[in-house]
T-cell receptor, first 111, second 119 residues
């Protein structure tokens, strides 16, 4: 089983739609959680950190469920510019300071 | 401008010819890391460094070497490249390698990537 798993998609949605991605992680001791966005084989960029209490940034909402070991990303009112690959990132707390990336979920938003 | 700079951005080489991909950051970050990205596999960590002279293996270190003699630089060395090292490579840095998401200390800033082809 992979340490971090995501549905690869692609998700094809119309503009204005609401779309949600989930990501599961296997290490219950994981400490930090993030969503990164990657455009067309460019470098990943931080979209948002995921806090224990959940957090929102404009149209984006991230949630953490430690009991079930998953994090989610909700995008409301999708824009064409949201088309990208969304990477789930987990930092385990098992000694050492590795970062584990999910393989990414591709989103296409169409007019 | 705060950034991570990698060079070269594109390189085609042949099996066995040693090469170095440089990485430099200007943010005084303690933590630096190298990743490779392959289709369907996502980003996999090669090596990371918590600070000067402190390095450790990631998940796929075989065939690679690193060094961290200065805080700002973290070069990736391929002593004898092979075709299975053809990949897209990213260098990244963060203020620290630890901490919670809310601290922001371990948010990664990436370089633009280096596309390497080994023939």
């Amino acid at each position: 089983r992979k340490e971090v798993e995501q549905d690869p998609g692609p998700f094809n949605v119309p503009e204005g739609a609401t779309v949600a991605f989930n990501c599961t992680y296997s290490n219950s001791a994981s400490q930090s959680f993030f969503w990164y966005r990657q455009d067309c084989r460019k470098e990943p960029k931080l979209l948002m950190s995921v806090y224990s209490s959940g957090n929102e940034d404009g149209r984006f909402t991230a949630q953490l469920n430690r009991a079930s070991q998953y994090i989610s990303l909700l995008i409301r009112d999708s824009k064409l510019s949201d088309s990208a690959t969304y990477l789930c990132v987990v930092t385990p707390n098992t000694g050492g300071f590795k970062t584990i990336f999910g393989a990414g979920t591709r989103l296409f938003v169409k007019a | 401008e705060a950034q991570v700079t990698q060079n070269p951005r594109y390189l085609i080489t042949v099996t066995g010819k040693k090469l170095t991909v440089t990485c430099s950051q200007n943010m005084n970050h303690e933590y630096m890391s190298w990743y490779r990205q392959d289709p369907g596999l996502g980003l996999r960590q090669i090596y990371y460094s918590m600070n000067v002279e402190v390095t450790d293996k990631g998940d796929v270190p075989e065939g690679y070497k690193v060094s961290r003699k200065e805080k700002r630089n973290f070069p990736l060395i391929l002593e004898s490249p092979s075709p299975n090292q053809t990949s897209l490579y990213f260098c990244a840095s963060s203020l620290s390698g630890s901490g919670t998401a809310s601290s922001g200390a371990n948010v990664l800033t990436f370089g633009a990537g280096s596309r390497l082809t080994v023939l």
